[in-house]
């Protein structure tokens, strides 16, 4: 077990709904992370946040959005949904901002069915 | 082209056997190189981390890396049913986001 808690575990929707993934990063870690993995792409950056604020963006879509609460939980938000955006979303926690000691500990995962 | 690449596998062992798996990146500001075990509907886990060139062991796994042809390897000593998983390595400059390969599926049958 991470320490690193992610709701729910699945999630079954339709086209153009919206849906809010939530992820609890482990104890004392202020940065969080959040994944897109699907089969033909891998494992892809979205978002990173460190204490509230947004630190680095990847390849997230505009449809796409998230925070990072006062207490460090954060939330994906998730909109206008297409079928291909159906896929496992990891949320990870680590302890530092960007530095090479980090080590970045992954959540068990949201799987996310779009129809 | 993909920034770091790797074969999908599978890759098809018995147990016992000595694995090898590898990576190739393009970036060459890549300065931190992981590899992570994802087991099926699990999120990945740190198995290795090891910075610029060099071998790093643990066990019976030994990370390695070759800064000039851009390879970086995990090697498995005596595999084990319990090592079937799929192996993602990672890259990372210390600046920004890391960047994963795709992930090779390894089988290891008793």
């Known amino acids: 077990d991470s320490g690193v808690t992610q709701t729910p575990k699945h999630l079954i929707t339709a086209t153009g709904q919206r849906v809010t993934l939530r992820c609890s990063p482990r104890s004392g870690d202020l940065s969080v992370y959040w994944y897109q993995q699907s089969l033909d792409q891998g494992l892809q950056f979205l978002i990173q946040?460190?204490?509230?604020?947004?630190?680095a963006k990847g390849n997230i879509l505009e449809r796409f959005s998230a925070q990072q609460f006062p207490d460090l939980h954060s939330e994906l938000n998730l909109s206008s949904l297409e079928l291909g955006d159906s896929a496992l979303y990891f949320c990870a926690s680590s302890a530092l901002v960007t530095s090479g000691e980090e080590t970045q500990y992954f959540g068990p995962g949201t799987r996310l069915l779009v129809l | 082209q993909k920034e770091v690449e790797q074969d999908p596998g599978p890759l098809s062992v018995p147990e016992g056997a000595i694995v090898s798996l590898n990576c190739t990146y393009s970036n060459s500001a890549f300065q931190y190189f992981m590899w992570y075990r994802q087991y099926s509907r699990k999120g990945p886990e740190l198995l290795m981390y090891t910075y610029s060139s060099g071998n790093k062991e643990d066990g019976r796994f030994t990370a390695q890396v070759d800064k000039s042809s851009k390879y970086i390897s995990l090697f498995i000593r005596d595999s084990q049913p319990s090592d079937s998983a799929t192996y993602l390595c990672?890259?990372?400059?210390?600046?920004?986001?890391?960047?994963f390969g795709t992930g090779t599926r390894l089988l290891v049958s008793p």
């Open positions: 990672a890259a990372f400059t210390g600046f920004q986001k890391l960047v």
């Open positions: 946040y460190y204490n509230g604020e947004e630190r």
